[in-house]
Nanobody, 122 residues
Framework: QVQLVESGGGLVQAGGSLRLSCAAS????????MGWFRQVPGKEREFVAT????????YYADSVKGRFTISRDNAKNTVYLQMNSLKPEDTAVYYC???????????????WGQGTQVTVSS
């Protein structure tokens, strides 16, 4: 069992930056790939970024590539999402997730956090 708690969301102006954190409980953090997803009301949850168990491999959605960076610290059981050059269309609830593989598919992740709101004003 893995419990995930996100933090770091908030209100920021377009062009600004935020760093999201996701703290995981348990001793199995390093055995899980981690992902970030986001969701706006009325739309499906969409993939943002994922990172492999070791942190050696990452993959991003085209919409955030070059602006967002996913990283992890296995010693701290934490995964991060550094978000730069934020746009109003990045406004969403952001969720972290843990799963067996670093993939883009929502259903392949076994554990989810409660989400943190990110709002980007124009």
């Amino acid at each position: 069992q893995v419990q995930l708690v996100e933090s770091g969301g908030g209100l920021v102006q377009a062009g600004g930056s935020l760093r999201l954190s996701c703290a995981a409980s348990g001793r199995t953090f390093s055995s899980n790939a981690m992902g970030w997803f986001r969701q706006v009301p009325g739309k499906e949850r969409e993939f943002v970024a994922t990172i492999s168990r070791s942190g050696g491999s990452t993959y991003y959605a085209d919409s955030v590539k070059g602006r967002f960076t996913i990283s992890r610290d296995n010693a701290k059981n934490t995964v991060y999402l550094q978000m730069n050059s934020l746009k109003p269309e990045d406004t969403a609830v952001y969720y972290c997730a843990a799963g067996r593989y670093a993939v883009v598919t929502v259903t392949m992740y076994d554990y989810w956090g409660q989400g943190t709101q990110v709002t980007v004003s124009s």
